[in-house]
């Protein structure tokens, strides 16, 4: 009705904007690499959405997460500027690291995230932060992200090992996207789920639907209560699914298009969350206008990002090394 204010949101429409924020930053980034601004590689999200938005409301701003070369979503959970960290993709001197970590090295102090692109390396740094938590009797949680492939690599047992030995609290969340670059997860794992070898190490372990945001909320809160309340490591496994190829520019060889879009139409976290809302009579109109909202404001950001100049070269080696150790 005309001059009717708004309802007011709900939090599974806060649910809903925070997955279209999310894909409407990792289509900003698609925009961004067409334009030429992003170098190297990039290994966007679409698909994965339900696991970032779903993680968010657990998380406090001092607790910490250790991302991976997929760390987009994490970042924007954990509260991280949004257009600082699209500046930074985009290797602006704007950005979260002046430009120079990248899509794959983001790093803020200010909301305890960062990542790594070396496989399976943000465990142990997780790791460290838990330790650090416990050292100073602060009852935070430190989240590492791995995706499946990461979790068959050394340094996920040893993380687990220290922190079920001393009931540190880590939450290692594995994005499992049933595809490691080419490889299929089911024809190199030992168990049906990596969340039973959680037994191994005295761990949490919990198995959710990655595609569906509520059951990742509800799941992702029960493992930080267990994780905060000093009663060990948790592992949450969010199977899921990856719409892109595993970098952009991956020809993608181990799939045929038809089963990518197979998966896109069955599992996009969006569609099905919008067709649950509007099943619960949220108007359509409403969740479709959210979705328009956080495209337009993206879009608004990367525009604003590209119409910066690039850092002068003459400055690229500053802040890279300590005090005055330059070559
Ligand atoms: C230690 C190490 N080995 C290999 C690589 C190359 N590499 C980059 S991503 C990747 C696969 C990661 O798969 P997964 O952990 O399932 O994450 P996803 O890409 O599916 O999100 C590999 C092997 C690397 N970056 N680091």
């Not at 960062?114 to 938590?133: C, K, N, Q, R």
């Not at 024809?187 to 039973?196: C, F, G, M, N």
Request: include cysteine.
């Amino acid at each position: 009705m005309p001059g009717t204010p708004d309802p007011p949101a709900t939090p599974q429409l806060e649910r809903f904007r925070r997955m279209a924020t999310m894909r409407a930053f990792d289509e900003a980034c698609l925009d961004a690499l067409r334009r030429k601004a992003i170098h190297g590689e990039l290994h966007v999200g679409l698909g994965q959405e339900a696991i970032g938005a779903g993680m968010a409301e657990s998380l406090r701003p001092d607790d910490a997460v250790v991302s991976t070369h997929r760390n987009h979503y994490h970042g924007i959970a954990k509260g991280v500027d949004r257009r600082a960290l699209l500046a930074e993709i985009c290797e602006r001197g704007s950005g979260l690291c002046r430009g120079r970590g990248g899509h794959m090295h983001p790093f803020d102090p200010s909301t305890h995230f960062s990542a790594t692109g070396i496989v399976g390396a943000s465990l142990p740094v997780a790791l460290g932060y838990a330790h650090a938590f416990r050292l100073r009797r602060q009852d935070n949680v430190a989240v590492g992200v791995t995706g499946d492939g990461g979790s068959h690599n050394g340094a996920f047992h040893e993380s687990l090992v220290m922190a079920g030995a001393r009931k540190l609290p880590l939450v290692v969340l594995v994005e499992n996207n049933v595809l490691a670059i080419s490889v299929d997860f089911h024809a190199v794992s030992p168990t049906r789920t990596i969340a039973e070898r959680a037994a191994a190490y005295g761990a949490l372990g919990i198995h959710v639907d990655g595609t569906d945001v509520d059951a990742v909320a509800d799941t992702f809160a029960r493992a930080v209560e267990h994780a905060r309340a000093g009663q060990g490591p948790a592992i949450v496994e969010a199977t899921c699914y990856r719409f892109r190829g595993h970098f952009e520019g991956d020809p993608e060889h181990y799939r045929s298009r038809d089963e990518r879009n197979r998966l896109r139409n069955a599992h996009d976290p969006l569609t099905l969350y919008a067709a649950r809302l509007t099943q619960a009579g949220v108007d359509r109109a409403r969740v479709d206008a959210i979705r328009a909202e956080e495209k337009e404001a993206a879009k608004a950001m990367l525009a604003d990002i590209l119409a910066e100049p690039m850092p002068d070269p003459a400055g690229a080696l500053e802040g890279v090394f300590a005090d005055g150790a330059r070559p």
